[in-house]
C-alpha cells in the first residue's frame, strides 16, 4: 500500500514546460524529506530539487535553479516538479522518492540519498526539436 507513483513526463521541445505529479499513498508526505531525482542514459542518478517536512524549506541543484519548482499538497498527499524552459540535457527519468529522517533536504541535492524510504518507479521527460 506504500507507493509513489510519477506520471506527467512525455516530449517537449526546448523551451517549453512540464509539470510533474508524485502522488503518495500509504503515508503522509508533509511528514517525510522528499525529492525529485535524474537519471539520463549514461550518467549516474542527480538530486534535482527537494523540500523538507514540515513547512518545507526548498532546494535545487544549480543546473535548473530558476527553471524548476519544487512544491507539495499536502490535501492531496502530492509532490509536483514544475519545470519551465526546458532544455535538451533536461532529458532523463525523474523518480520521486521520500525519506523519514528529518535531516535537511539539502543532502538529496549533494548526492547523500542513500537512505531514501520509497522511490517511484519513474517518468521519462524527453526534451527534443
Known amino acids: 500500500q506504500v507507493q509513489l507513483v510519477e506520471s506527467g513526463g512525455g516530449l517537449v521541445q526546448p523551451g517549453g514546460s512540464l509539470r510533474l505529479s508524485c502522488a503518495a499513498s500509504?503515508?503522509?508526505?508533509?511528514?517525510?524529506?522528499i525529492g525529485w531525482f535524474r537519471q539520463a542514459p549514461g550518467k549516474e542518478r542527480e538530486g534535482v530539487s527537494s523540500i523538507d517536512s514540515g513547512y518545507g524549506s526548498t532546494y535545487y541543484a544549480d543546473s535548473v535553479k530558476g527553471r524548476f519548482t519544487i512544491s507539495r499538497d499536502n490535501a492531496k498527499n502530492t509532490m509536483y516538479l514544475e519545470m519551465n524552459n526546458l532544455k535538451p540535457e533536461d532529458t532523463a527519468v525523474y523518480y520521486c522518492a521520500a525519506e523519514s529522517s528529518r535531516m535537511g533536504g539539502w543532502r538529496l541535492i549533494e548526492g547523500y540519498y542513500n537512505d531514501m524510504d520509497y522511490w517511484g518507479k519513474g517518468t521519462l521527460v524527453t526534451v527534443s526539436s
Open positions: 500509504g503515508f503522509t508526505l508533509e511528514d517525510y524529506t
